[in-house]
């Protein structure tokens, strides 16, 4: 009977094994990086539980505030949810309000590309362009790309 | 309320040598304070007042608010304590270790200390003498666990360790503040470790406090930066800029000597090659890469590059800047 029971719940939370190697990136960073990637290539969906903070922590060996950092960030950015007293869920990342929230993501790394842009002395329109031109070559050379479908 | 470990101007002298230099340290409830150092920077030293086995020659320490050196049964009663050296009597067999240890402690979890032998593959008839370095922790580990203290106290627990036996260790430690109101206080010189486990860092060289502070923000707010100096610059004051809390230089292309700290003498070569001067620098907030730039090059600097440092390069560099 507990064993069903145990086999049940088991199968909401969903598992995920990361790795973690202290250096010069944070480890909180490491934890939310690996999670956002699952949720962008759709290894992670909507709705499943990801192991609590005391879970994961104890999984990875590493504090739990860092763990819990990981997730208050990934629910700052939208990729998961967290309901009180039940757990943290992945989100639903169709929502109207999250092309929001994307553009202000990617507005940092565009940042760091006009940075280099101005560092080598290219000026904007030209960035540009070479946006439209990598992006063009890149779904010529790989038609499969997943394409968002309105907005 | 009182914090689990309260240290202030804490200093201790063995004949000449300062081996504690006004220390101050607060544990919070809950935390996992890492402490690092080189050997013989005075952690163990500070350990041992803890502990209450050495008295403050001047400051105090204050364990859950009550001097450990007055009150030691009281303190020690809510200490879990497992350090480096092999301390455990070595006739004893490990179950009648359990037994006597048991008797000192009236909240002593007798499931946990089972479990714990389980998990961790300790033979209970087997004597303390015959246990080898990583039997002989894990038991160190059992004995310090089971009677769930307020404080956990990790002395040099993984060196000359296994990697199996350090990531129980690990374990322990995250099991054991995952349960309300338990702290910990974790001395290593295994920095990866420290900053697997630990939310707060303080780094101890000489005696003396080098850094204290959030582990995040310590590995977040240290950051390797190379600039050059502007042609009419005389070079001194990069480490002026808002934000700054502490440049060290490291190195530079034209004195070719890694921190040494001395200005290159050779005025000629630093007009002909350019002079880049490689930094670890602390900075208070979080770095605007574009923001410091304009500061540099308002002070005469041209900003080159701004790298993380992991916590193995800050450490390298505050201690050998203190050499």
Redesign the interface.
């Known amino acids: 009977m507990s064993s069903l029971a145990n086999c049940v719940l088991y199968a909401y939370t969903h598992t995920v094994q990361l790795r ?1 190697q ?7 960073q490491q934890v939310s990086d690996q999670i956002r990637r699952r949720v962008s290539a759709g290894r992670l969906s909507a709705g499943q539980r990801l192991p609590s903070v ?1 879970a994961l ?2 999984q ?7 763990v819990a ?1 990981a997730y208050r960030e990934l629910e700052r950015e939208r990729f998961v949810v967290s309901r009180h007293g039940d757990g943290v869920f992945v989100a639903d990342r169709s929502s109207p309000f999250l092309a929001r929230d994307r553009r202000k993501l990617l507005e940092s790394a565009v940042d760091r590309l006009l ?1 280099e842009a101005e560092q080598l002395d290219v000026d904007t329109d030209e960035v540009a362009e070479l946006v439209r031109e990598r992006s063009a070559q890149r779904a010529e050379s790989s038609p499969n790309l997943p394409r968002r479908v309105g907005s | 309320m009182s914090y689990p470990l309260e240290i202030q101007a804490l200093c201790r002298r063995y004949g000449g040598t300062v081996a504690l230099d006004h220390v101050d340290l607060v544990i919070e409830e809950g935390a996992v304070l890492g402490l690092i150092g080189r050997n013989g920077a005075g952690k163990t030293t500070l350990i041992r007042h803890v502990l209450g086995l050495l008295k403050a020659q001047s400051g105090s320490v204050r364990v859950f608010g009550a001097d450990p050196v007055k009150h030691p049964a009281q303190t020690l009663a809510r200490i879990g304590y497992v350090s480096e050296d092999r301390d455990l009597p070595g006739w004893m067999r490990i179950e009648e270790l359990l037994r006597y240890t048991r008797a000192f402690f009236p909240d002593w979890d007798e499931t946990l200390a089972s479990d714990l032998c389980r998990a961790f593959d300790l033979d209970p008839r087997q004597r303390v003498r015959t246990l080898s370095r990583g039997q002989h922790v894990r038991t160190a580990l059992v004995l310090a666990l089971a009677p769930r203290p307020a404080l956990l106290v990790l002395d040099e627990p993984s060196s000359g360790l296994d990697p199996v036996v350090r990531r129980d260790v690990l374990e322990a430690v995250i099991q054991h503040v995952a349960h309300e109101g338990r702290t910990v206080l974790f001395s290593s010189h295994l920095l990866d470790e420290v900053e697997r486990v630990s939310d707060h860092l303080v780094m101890i060289d000489r005696g003396t406090m080098l850094v204290d502070g959030p582990m995040d923000e310590v590995v977040e707010g240290f950051k390797h930066v190379v600039y050059r100096h502007a042609e009419d610059s005389n070079g001194s004051g990069f480490g002026a800029l808002p934000g700054m809390s502490l440049c060290v230089e490291m190195g530079s292309t034209s004195s070719g000597a890694a921190s040494s700290g001395a200005p290159s003498s050779d005025s000629a070569s630093r007009n002909s090659i350019d002079h880049e001067v490689l930094c670890l620098c602390r900075f208070e907030t979080s770095v605007d890469e574009h923001a410091l730039a304009a500061q540099a090059s308002a002070g005469g600097f041209e900003l080159i590059e701004i790298l993380p440092a992991t916590l193995d390069e800050i450490f390298l560099n505050l201690t050998c800047r203190a050499s």
């Open positions: 973690i202290p250096g010069a990136t944070p480890i909180y005391r922590a104890e990875l060996a590493v504090n739990a505030n860092t950092r940075l």
